[in-house]
């Protein structure tokens, strides 16, 4: 079993790619990553002399080195994590969402026919339907909750998940879609809240929060979104959407001052900055489908996983005082030369 991890070299990927080498020591797991900012090849390098893993710097919207690598590899299974995925940087810089997001899908999935009608996954999010008030806690999004966006970022996602649907009715192309909501854990990218808090707080620098910080977010530890992953492209039905969410719903203000309280550092380092543009209000998942359909549930309540995220900052500070002086960008470089992309 070959299995292609394209993003792999980013947050949820690098989790996805060490949670599968680990439980399956038979398969072979491909990772391509294109090594934008939110790429960090160091993250792989604990995996990285395995038999049984190979990185393959490659843009998914590359279309020539795309199907020459699936002519090589001739995968099994393709699970799409590539993605701009900052919804800030979408705001500033809509394009480059729409290129990897969109194109990028339809060049993987055009891949997929290519070679062998293969299984395809697209690791879709929540955010594709829109936001839910904060006064109406009875709502929850399931997977017939219509589409209805907010941002180029939350746009560029659905849009591929429509794609990704249009090849399953128009070709017959063997997909699921998962929708997950916010995920938190280690390797998380310190340009996002929770790392962001973290390790600014570390720091002993302002923590910035948007608006007053009521916004509602569900969060999910990172590998009980790898083993939501792993079971739908084992077992989950084709053609299928599944929403993975952990109940737990937070504010982004009570999730900044438990970091502090973790840490030991005082509120008053919390500062309210403008709010994002169309920031959404709340998010909250149902979950019941993937529930009763293949038997997942989160395993990591929010206490555990936010205390072994927070000792993961701390046992692992060279990672991001690397990502924070720019120095992993040299990684690749530093690792292989001048070795040219495929
Ligand atoms: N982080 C979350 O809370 C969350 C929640 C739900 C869904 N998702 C989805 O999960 C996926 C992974 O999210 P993440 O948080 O790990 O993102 P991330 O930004 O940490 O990682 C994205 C990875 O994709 C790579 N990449 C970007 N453009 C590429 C391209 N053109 N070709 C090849 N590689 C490219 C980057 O180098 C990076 O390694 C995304 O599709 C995102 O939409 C994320």
């Known amino acids: 079993m070959t299995i292609f991890v394209t993003g792999g070299a980013g947050f949820i990927g690098s989790n996805f790619i060490f949670y599968m080498l680990k439980k399956y020591q038979s398969y072979k797991i491909v990772c391509i990553d294109k090594l934008t900012y939110a790429g960090n090849l160091s993250t792989l390098e604990p995996v990285m002399?395995?038999?049984?893993?190979?990185?393959?710097?490659?843009?998914?919207?590359?279309?020539?080195g795309v199907y020459e690598l699936f002519e090589e590899e001739q995968p099994d299974i393709v699970v799409n994590f590539a993605a701009e995925s900052h919804v800030d940087r979408s705001i500033k810089n809509p394009e480059i969402f729409l290129q990897t997001n969109i194109i990028g899908t339809a060049i993987l999935m055009d891949a997929c026919r290519k070679y062998g009608?293969?299984?395809?996954?697209?690791?879709?999010t929540d955010e594709v339907y829109g936001d839910?008030?904060?006064?109406?806690?009875?709502?929850?999004?399931?997977?017939n909750t219509p589409i209805h966006t907010s941002s180029p970022y939350s746009s560029s996602k659905a849009s591929a998940d429509l794609l990704v649907l249009a090849y399953y009715k128009t070709y017959g192309l063997p997909v699921t879609?998962?929708?997950?909501?916010?995920?938190?854990?280690p390797y998380h990218f310190p340009?996002?809240?929770?790392?962001?808090?973290?390790?600014?707080?570390?720091?002993?620098?302002?923590?910035?929060?948007?608006?007053?910080g009521i916004n509602v977010r569900d969060w999910l530890y990172v590998e009980d979104h790898c083993k939501?992953?792993?079971?739908?492209?084992?077992?989950?039905i084709i053609g299928e959407v599944y929403n993975i969410g952990g109940h737990n719903e937070m504010k982004n203000i009570d999730i900044v001052k438990i970091i502090c309280k973790e840490l030991g550092k005082p509120e008053s380092l919390i500062t309210f900055v403008e709010d994002r543009r169309?920031?959404?209000?709340r998010y909250a998942i149902d979950p019941t489908k993937i529930y009763t359909e293949l038997g997942w549930l989160p395993e990591t309540t929010f206490a555990e996983g936010i205390r072994k995220t927070i000792q993961w900052y701390l046992d692992?500070?060279?990672?991001?005082e690397d990502i924070i002086s720019g120095e992993y960008q040299n990684y690749y470089k530093k690792m292989y030369g001048n070795l040219e992309e495929v």
Request: aromatic content about 12%.
């Open 49 to 64: 002399n395995y038999s049984n893993f190979r990185f393959v710097k490659l843009d998914i919207c590359d279309r020539k």
């Open 117 to 124: 009608n293969i299984r395809y996954h697209q690791v879709s």
């Open 132 to 143: 839910l008030p904060l006064d109406r806690t009875d709502l929850f999004f399931t997977e």
């Open 177 to 185: 879609i998962s929708r997950c909501s916010n995920n938190y854990g």
């Open 191 to 212: 340009e996002k809240l929770i790392p962001l808090m973290i390790v600014n707080a570390l720091n002993n620098k302002l923590l910035p929060v948007y608006g007053e």
């Open 228 to 236: 939501a992953i792993d079971l739908i492209i084992h077992s989950g």
């Open 278 to 281: 169309g920031h959404d209000m």
């Open 316 to 320: 692992n500070q060279e990672w991001w």
